[in-house]
């Protein structure tokens, strides 16, 4: 290699260098912010606190487990290059995140039972919790029916006149028993409609609960390598 070939070959690994040093801070300020902002949404899920109420602490794991891309993403991106074109300010604070990454970890992983405890507790709630709406259309309609069975014959044509209800060739006797068997049918009918949301309601909590805990197990252990990735960080 000539002298010539020589300084052009020095010359373009010092370009490329000094272009992988710019991309690389880019890329680390963009880790930088992302972490900010992970750290304000952590803070606007976890205050105010509610701790003992299944349904914050079961929400409050999901909307974790959300966000959490964005916490990855963010040390990636802040670890990415290791030690190169690191400002000195930087030192402590790479040891610190790498600790950080193994405590929060931890923390996704006690998720996991928490998430599946809390899960637990709403299903039975939801078991025997019914839709107040139902009721209340359900007491409405028995109170009608027990107007209906003890109503005289004149009330009962009164009410089939006030309603409109069509009565031809029909006794006053064939028209209450089909207003009873109308009114208990209703009754079936919300019954019905209030099971299938209970089940709804029950299927929904089940998905999530999958979803989240399955989601907290995989965080857990992408933390877990980012602190095993990172020994140069805490070895510096």
Known sequence: ??????????????????????????????????????????????????????VWEFQTVGSLVERVPVSLISLALIFYGEMNFRRRWEFPLLKFLSWLAVIIGVLYFLMIPLGIVNSVRLHKQNITQ????????????????????????????????RQGISSENENITEVKTKLLSNISQTK??????????????????I????????????????????????QWARNN
């Open 130 to 161: 019914v839709n107040p709406a139902a009721i209340e259309q359900i007491k409405r309609a028995e109170q009608v029916e027990k107007q209906l069975q003890g109503a005289t014959p004149e009330q009962i044509q009164t009410l089939i006149k």
């Open 207 to 230: 998905k999530k609960a999958v979803k989240w805990n399955i989601g907290a197990l995989v965080a857990g252990v992408l933390f877990f390598c980012i602190w095993r990735g990172t």
């Open 1 to 54: 290699m000539t002298k010539s070939q020589n300084n052009k070959f020095v010359s373009s690994v010092q370009n490329f260098a000094l272009n992988q040093e710019g991309s690389i801070i880019i890329l680390r300020c963009v880790g930088y912010g992302l972490f900010i902002l992970a750290l304000l949404d952590v803070v606007e899920i976890s205050i105010p606190p509610n701790f003992m109420n299944p």
């Open 188 to 205: 079936q009918n919300i019954e019905a409609q209030a099971k299938a949301q209970q089940s709804s309601r029950s299927l929904n909590l």
